[in-house]
């Protein structure tokens, strides 16, 4: 039987969801898990990679088990696991559902917090400075993404991958004073490489006004690197959506 399950997880202390030789991650923490509950060992398929300390309020992985899963699979799943990952649901699918193949469109956010806060210090970028910046600058800029569909200038280096191409349909910020934050919202079938933490860059670097957007516009166009590029810390990003064209 194939089942898809439903968890968040905050990245902190993980070298990203994917397993690593010697490194602690999410998909090897839950294996474990349950490996621990199940008395064999069970492996787990994402819906994607995520970086070294970046998170996931809404993630998706499947399992197969021989057996149907007890009543109490939540339950004793949860009870094991580290305060840091949670599986909020479990879902009985057809054999051929796949939790990464399947997916078409994903979402993620970007939050920057505008003052020193002790409380989002794991889950935000605290960025004081960030008052400063001309959010109508970083607008224009996040609006520019959607209009293109190669991001080759937005992907580290040596990720091996085989296309840049990517179908964005939304990029925006959101300024949120009462929280004291602003906060990015892209949308794409898929994403490259370091691609969304770039993305931000860019636009806070237009924001502060060390380019332009039009020349993060001639990037695109080109399909060439800005003169400096910047990645963003990874505590801000967190995936915040995964959608499938059947319900589970």
């Known amino acids: 039987m194939r089942y898809f399950l439903t968890l968040a997880y905050r990245g902190t202390r993980y070298a990203g969801w994917q397993s690593q030789p010697d490194a602690p991650s999410v998909q090897e923490t839950l294996e474990q898990a349950l490996a621990t509950i199940l008395r064999h060992p069970v492996a787990v398929t994402g819906c994607g990679r995520t970086d070294t300390g970046v998170h996931a309020r809404y993630y998706v ?68 400075r960030g008052r400063q910046l001309d959010l109508e600058k970083m607008q224009a800029t996040a609006a520019l993404f959607p209009q293109y569909s190669e991001f080759f200038p937005f992907c580290k280096t040596h990720s091996g991958v085989d296309s840049y191409a990517c ?25 490259l490489r370091g691609m969304v933490r770039l993305i931000v860059g860019a636009c806070i670097q237009a924001g502060n006004g060390q380019f332009s957007a039009e020349e993060v516009r001639r990037a695109l166009e080109s399909q060439t690197p800005l003169k400096k590029n910047l990645s963003v810390p990874p505590q801000g990003l967190a995936l915040t959506a995964v959608k499938y064209p059947y319900a589970f």
């Open 61 to 128: 992985a499947h399992i197969d088990t021989e057996n149907a899963l007890p009543s109490t699979f939540l339950y004793s799943l949860n009870s094991v696991l580290p305060p840091d990952i949670a599986v909020y649901a479990v879902a009985p699918v057809q054999l051929a559902a796949h939790a990464r193949f399947d997916a078409f469109e994903r979402s993620y956010e970007y939050r920057i917090t505008l003052r020193k806060d002790p409380f989002v210090a794991e889950t935000d970028w605290i960025y004081p």
């Open 167 to 191: 179908m964005l349909t939304r990029s925006e910020w959101l300024a949120e004073p009462e929280e004291h934050r602003l906060t990015f919202h892209i949308t794409s079938n898929r994403f």
